[in-house]
């Protein structure tokens, strides 16, 4: 009989799921697009979390069923969404006056490279066509709580969690927790470094060391 590959790390579902556990009851979200989507498919039973979108919306429901798609209603990342009883719609001047104002408590984002400072790239490779900068810098300027959920290394094996990004920042000083396919890194504040404070399945601290290139306390 074949064995069964044990498999090590976190899926983007996974990884998505760890963000979840960061969600309060009563809580203002704004999810990123790629896997942060995920987070809103993840949120604890019972807990109240509303959803906002930069495009003009709070309260966003459950992806549709193919049944159900209306072309029209979709969140910043152009993906088809349901609305709730309780959702409302307004202007984007409305949708970033919630964000820069501090209305919102937890922001999920993507990233290129989080430096050790919590220096964050996530929104352009210098070269490659982009559609806009998006919402990601008043987003991380204004919300409470960053949470960045991203792959540990590139494609090419190179460390994202890195002494000094190298890529257009979206913000400086901003990222409160790292969550990545092989383990989580918090701070308490901005004056503080790093923490390895969990591992993945599987995954030993030697080799987050060896794939890690940012300066983190264990």
């Known amino acids: 009989m ?3 590959l044990q498999t090590k790390g976190w899926t983007r579902n996974q990884m998505a799921a760890r963000a979840a556990k960061e969600l309060r009851d009563g809580y203002y979200v704004n999810l990123g697009i790629g896997i942060p989507t995920l987070v809103a498919n993840n949120i604890p039973a019972g807990m109240t979390v509303t959803l906002q979108s930069e495009n003009g919306m709070l309260g966003i429901g459950p992806f ?3 049944d159900e798609v209306d072309p029209d209603l979709i969140n910043a990342g152009k993906q088809t969404i349901s609305e709730l009883p309780q959702s409302s719609y307004f202007d984007s001047a409305q949708s ?6 501090g209305h919102i408590d ?3 984002l993507g990233g290129m490279e989080v430096s050790q400072d919590g220096d964050l790239a996530n929104w352009m490779v210098p070269g490659k066509m982009i559609k806009g ?3 990601a810098m008043d987003l991380v300027a204004g919300v ?3 949470i960045v959920v991203m792959e540990h290394t590139s494609k090419n094996g ?3 969690f890195i002494p000094e990004c190298t890529l257009p920042l979206t913000g400086k000083n901003v990222v409160d927790m790292i969550i990545t396919d092989l383990a989580v890194f918090q701070r308490p504040d901005h004056e503080s470094p790093f923490k390895l404070i969990e591992l993945a399945p599987g995954v030993t601290a030697q080799e987050v060391r060896e794939k890690t290139t940012a300066q983190y306390t264990e």
């Open 2 to 4: 074949a064995t069964q």
């Open 64 to 66: 549709p069923y193919e």
């Open 96 to 101: 970033f006056a919630m964000i820069r104002g």
């Open 106 to 108: 937890l922001a999920v």
């Open 133 to 135: 900068m998006g919402g």
């Open 144 to 146: 409470k709580k960053i």
């Open 158 to 160: 190179d460390a994202k």
